[in-house]
């Protein structure tokens, strides 16, 4: 390999990449790489599932109230700090996995799922990252995964009751559940390969994603179908469009 080179207005997610290696055979064609698809990953990828002694210095990038008096938060290398609101009494504990959790959220005070993803460290990076979802019933204590090193990075969840959630992630791509998350649907056709970084149902049918180029997708029949949005924003220059990080609604019209 001599150079190499992203089209214009393709550019990954840069902290999705992790190392580069080169294979001595090459890898099978996939076709477009734009595509969405299940690229299976290898759970040794992420290294041991040992949680380490001290995760104090660990990034933590999600958070959830939890039955109005209970905070848990997620973060690098499947770190999960839990905390009464009342005492603000800290612990830590692990996920069981080195994946880095993204986002958390919780249906009442003992199910809830967690997501997130990990570099192809042992791929070409450009193949993107593998996706992990977490689910527990015992309010944190224990997680364990529904879908693991397959997939892309996914970034957000939301859950509209506890039978009915979506997950988005790396190359346009969105997930559902029917049955509490035991089995997902998907990738779902969303027409985009921008890396989608938010999804927000406001029921089990209407809802939104936003991700990278200002990309904002709406779907009325539960994911079957999109259609997009315009979100006008300040332009940087040479037209260079905004990341759409987070989406939020109140109802269906706000």
């Not at 190392?19 to 759970?43: H, K, T």
């Not at 599932?49 to 109230?65: E, I, K």
């Not at 949005?229 to 037209?239: E, I, N, S, Y």
Request: glycine letters at 16%; aromatic letters at 10%; charged letters at 20%.
């Amino acid at each position: 390999t001599h150079a190499w080179g992203v089209p214009y207005g393709a550019t990954r997610e840069p902290g999705s990449f992790g190392r580069l290696s080169l294979a001595e055979l090459p890898l099978p064609n996939r076709g477009d790489p734009g595509v969405p698809r299940f690229v299976p990953g290898r759970p040794d990828d992420a290294g041991a599932t040992t949680v380490a002694a001290d995760r104090t210095g660990d990034c933590l990038t999600g958070v959830d109230l939890v039955g109005g008096d209970r905070v848990i938060a997620v973060g690098a290398r499947g770190t999960t700090w839990q905390s009464s609101v009342a005492r603000n009494d800290w612990q830590c504990a692990g996920a069981g996995t080195q994946f880095n959790l993204q986002r958390v959220q919780f249906v009442d005070r003992e199910r809830g799922w967690a997501v997130g993803g990990w570099s192809r460290d042992k791929r070409v990076a450009l193949c993107g990252g593998m996706g992990i979802i977490l689910s527990t019933n015992d309010g944190g204590h224990t997680w364990k995964p529904s879908w693991q090193a397959k997939g892309a990075w996914f970034y957000d969840l939301c859950f509209v009751r506890p039978q009915i959630g979506y997950v988005c992630g790396g190359y346009g791509t969105v997930m559902k559940t029917t049955d509490g998350g035991h089995t997902w649907q998907g990738p779902l056709s969303t027409g985009t390969n921008s890396w989608l970084y938010g999804v927000h149902f406001v029921d089990e049918n209407q809802g939104w994603v936003v991700g990278t180029h200002e990309t904002l997708l709406h779907t009325r029949d539960g994911g079957k179908t999109w259609k997009s949005q315009t979100a006008d924003g300040w332009r940087r220059p040479r037209d260079l469009r905004e990341r759409l990080r987070s989406v939020d609604f109140v109802d269906s019209s706000h």
